[in-house]
């Protein structure tokens, strides 16, 4: 496996369920972060962590729940989500103190649904 | 006022010939500027960035920065029709990158 992988690729989800976004890097980098993107929208940052301590929360509502084990791994689990939360999520990775040069590397996504 | 401005398009340009896209940026202290290409259900891919005012050429690629104008554009030369995808502007500045909504750009053949 190389750079960025996330799964699932899809998931389609009731309001009542509760799932789990995986983001996994192979690049070394020590800061991982989840980004929301919907239609006609800019990507909207929700949560950094810098070596697994969480740094940025975007004001994102509590149904969204980060969780960073390690540096190589970022979950965000899911639970009582609501229609408009369905978009593409974006996890990305970068190595802190050198981000400004070589910007995020970003996963593949995931095309969540909610209905 | 949007933090980064970008016209979302859509661009077209004939096959062979130069797409120019544009983006302007409101907070002054921002430091680095990357382009990043996506294309239709694929993740964001980095294709180039630039730290100081002028040009910056990468192939068929060049970036363009004034900072005093706070401006930054990207010119694809000899354009493709594999080219086209969105173009999505990115600035960091204050410890994190900001998107611009992204330009989608075609390429006809």
């Known amino acids: 496996e190389t750079g960025v992988t996330q799964t699932p690729r899809h998931l389609v989800m009731g309001m009542t369920n509760k799932k789990s976004l995986k983001c996994e890097q192979h690049l070394g980098h020590n800061a991982m972060y989840w980004y929301k993107q919907s239609a006609k929208k800019p990507l909207e940052l929700m949560f950094v962590?810098?070596?697994?301590?969480?740094?940025e929360n975007n004001s994102v509502p509590s149904r969204f729940s980060p969780e960073c084990p390690n540096s190589s791994h970022l979950f965000l689990h899911l639970h009582t989500l609501q229609p408009e939360d369905s978009a593409l999520y974006l996890c990305?990775?970068?190595?802190?103190?050198?981000?400004?040069?070589?910007?995020?590397?970003f996963g593949s996504g995931t095309r969540l649904t909610v209905v | 006022q949007k933090e980064v401005e970008q016209n979302s398009g859509p661009l077209s340009v004939p096959e062979g010939a130069i797409a120019s896209l544009n983006c302007t940026y409101s907070d002054r202290v921002s430091q680095s500027f990357f382009w990043y290409r996506q294309y239709s259900g694929k993740s964001p891919e980095l294709i180039m960035s630039?730290?100081?005012?002028g040009d910056k050429e990468d192939g068929r690629f060049t970036a363009q920065l004034n900072k005093a104008s706070q401006y930054v554009s990207l010119l694809i030369r000899d354009s493709q029709p594999s080219d086209s995808a969105t173009y999505l502007c990115a600035v960091f500045g204050n410890e994190k990158l900001t998107f611009g909504t992204g330009t989608r750009l075609t390429i006809i053949p």
């Open positions: 990305a990775s970068s190595q802190a103190g050198q981000r400004e040069y070589y910007g995020y590397t």
């Open positions: 962590y810098n070596f697994k301590e969480q740094t």
């Open positions: 630039i730290y100081s005012n």
